[in-house]
C-alpha cells in the first residue's frame, strides 16, 4: 500500500505493458504533432483541446505505471490476525497461509493476494485490494484518451478545413495517412477492450463481487449487493471524496469499515 514498489518477474507480462506503454507513447507523440498543433495554429482548435489531451494522456501513463508497481494486497509471511476477526480467516491449500476470506492464491505471482479480483498480464500485476482503484482509473483515462483520440482522428479528416501552412518535406507529413490510419486502428481497439472491461469492473463493484468469484461461481451469498454504491466504491478508492475517486498521484488509504462486513452480518 501506499508508494511502495512491487514488481513480478514474467516477461510475458513486461511484453504487454510494453505494447500498452508503447499505444500510449505514439499516440502522445504523432496525434498532437500530426492534428492539434498545426490545428492550433491555424484557428481551427483551442488551447484548451491541446491541455484536455495531454492531461488525459498524463494521467493515463500514471495510472498505468502505478497499477502495474503497486503492491495489489500481497499478504505478509507472518499475519497477524486480529481476535475479533479470527473467523473470518482461512488457511490456503497453496502456500499454507492463513489469509482473509476472499483473498485468492495467485498461481502466477506465487503469493495470496487480499480480495484478489484477478491477474493482469497487460499490467503484469495482480488486481487486489490496495490496487483495484489504480486499474479502475487506468482503465478510464484509456479509453477516454483513446476516445479523443478517435474524435480527433474523424474530424482531421471529414470535418476541419484542409491545412495550409505545413512543411510536407517532414516525414511524419508525408507518412500522414499511414500513420493516423495506425492511430485510429490502435483507438479502436483499445477503446472497445476498455470499455467492455470497464463495464465488467464496475458491475462487480456494484455488486461487491470479485472476477475470480464470478468466475467460480461461488459467489450466490456475495453478489447479493447489500451496500448502497457509494460505500463499495468508497472502500475501492479508499475515500468517500468522489473527486478523489480521479487523481492517481495520492495515497490510498483504507476505510475503517471493513468490506467483510456486508458479508457476515
Given at each position: 500500500m501506499g508508494l511502495s514498489?512491487?514488481?513480478?518477474?514474467?516477461?510475458?507480462?513486461w511484453c504487454c505493458?510494453?505494447?500498452?506503454?508503447?499505444?500510449?507513447?505514439?499516440?502522445?507523440?504523432?496525434?498532437?504533432?500530426?492534428?492539434?498543433?498545426?490545428?492550433f495554429e491555424?484557428?481551427?482548435?483551442?488551447?484548451?483541446?491541446?491541455?484536455?489531451?495531454?492531461?488525459?494522456?498524463?494521467?493515463?501513463v500514471i495510472s498505468l505505471l502505478r497499477a502495474s508497481t503497486a503492491d495489489p494486497g500481497k499478504l505478509q509471511d507472518t499475519p497477524k490476525i486480529p481476535l475479533t476477526e479470527q473467523e473470518l480467516w482461512?488457511?490456503?491449500?497453496?502456500?499454507?497461509?492463513?489469509?482473509?476470506?476472499?483473498?485468492?492464491h495467485c498461481s502466477r505471482c506465487g503469493h495470496c493476494v487480499r480480495r484478489m479480483d484477478h491477474h493482469c498480464?497487460?499490467?503484469?500485476?495482480?488486481?487486489?485490494?490496495?490496487n483495484h482503484w489504480l486499474f479502475l482509473q487506468l482503465c478510464f483515462y484509456t479509453q477516454l484518451l483513446s476516445g479523443y483520440t478517435l474524435v480527433l482522428d474523424f474530424c482531421h479528416y471529414y470535418y476541419f478545413l484542409p491545412l495550409k501552412a505545413i512543411n510536407w518535406d517532414m516525414f511524419i507529413f508525408?507518412?500522414?495517412?499511414?500513420?493516423?490510419?495506425?492511430?485510429?486502428f490502435m483507438g479502436i481497439v483499445m477503446f472497445g477492450g476498455m470499455c467492455s472491461l470497464f463495464y465488467t469492473q464496475i458491475m462487480g463493484i456494484l455488486t461487491d463481487t470479485t472476477t475470480?468469484?464470478?468466475?467460480?461461481?461461488?459467489?450466490?451469498?456475495i453478489s447479493r449487493a447489500r451496500k448502497p454504491w457509494q460505500q463499495t466504491f468508497s472502500e475501492v478508492f479508499g475515500t468517500r471524496w468522489k473527486i478523489l475517486w480521479f487523481i492517481p498521484f495520492r495515497r490510498r488509504q483504507p476505510?475503517?469499515?471493513?468490506?467483510?462486513?456486508?458479508?457476515?452480518?
Amino acid at each position: 500500500m501506499g508508494l511502495s514498489l512491487h514488481f513480478v518477474v514474467d516477461p510475458q507480462g513486461w511484453c504487454c505493458v510494453g505494447a500498452i506503454f508503447f499505444i500510449w507513447l505514439y499516440n502522445t507523440l504523432f496525434v498532437p504533432k500530426l492534428i492539434l498543433f498545426p490545428r492550433f495554429e491555424e484557428g481551427h482548435i483551442s488551447i484548451a483541446a491541446i491541455w484536455a489531451y495531454y492531461l488525459t494522456s498524463i494521467f493515463c501513463v500514471i495510472s498505468l505505471l502505478r497499477a502495474s508497481t503497486a503492491d495489489p494486497g500481497k499478504l505478509q509471511d507472518t499475519p497477524k490476525i486480529p481476535l475479533t476477526e479470527q473467523e473470518l480467516w482461512e488457511l490456503c491449500n497453496k502456500c499454507n497461509m492463513m489469509r482473509p476470506k476472499r483473498s485468492h492464491h495467485c498461481s502466477r505471482c506465487g503469493h495470496c493476494v487480499r480480495r484478489m479480483d484477478h491477474h493482469c498480464p497487460w499490467i503484469n500485476n495482480c488486481v487486489g485490494e490496495d490496487n483495484h482503484w489504480l486499474f479502475l482509473q487506468l482503465c478510464f483515462y484509456t479509453q477516454l484518451l483513446s476516445g479523443y483520440t478517435l474524435v480527433l482522428d474523424f474530424c482531421h479528416y471529414y470535418y476541419f478545413l484542409p491545412l495550409k501552412a505545413i512543411n510536407w518535406d517532414m516525414f511524419i507529413f508525408r507518412h500522414e495517412l499511414a500513420l493516423l490510419r495506425i492511430s485510429t486502428f490502435m483507438g479502436i481497439v483499445m477503446f472497445g477492450g476498455m470499455c467492455s472491461l470497464f463495464y465488467t469492473q464496475i458491475m462487480g463493484i456494484l455488486t461487491d463481487t470479485t472476477t475470480i468469484e464470478k468466475m467460480a461461481n461461488c459467489c450466490d451469498e456475495i453478489s447479493r449487493a447489500r451496500k448502497p454504491w457509494q460505500q463499495t466504491f468508497s472502500e475501492v478508492f479508499g475515500t468517500r471524496w468522489k473527486i478523489l475517486w480521479f487523481i492517481p498521484f495520492r495515497r490510498r488509504q483504507p476505510l475503517r469499515v471493513s468490506y467483510y462486513f456486508a458479508n457476515h452480518v
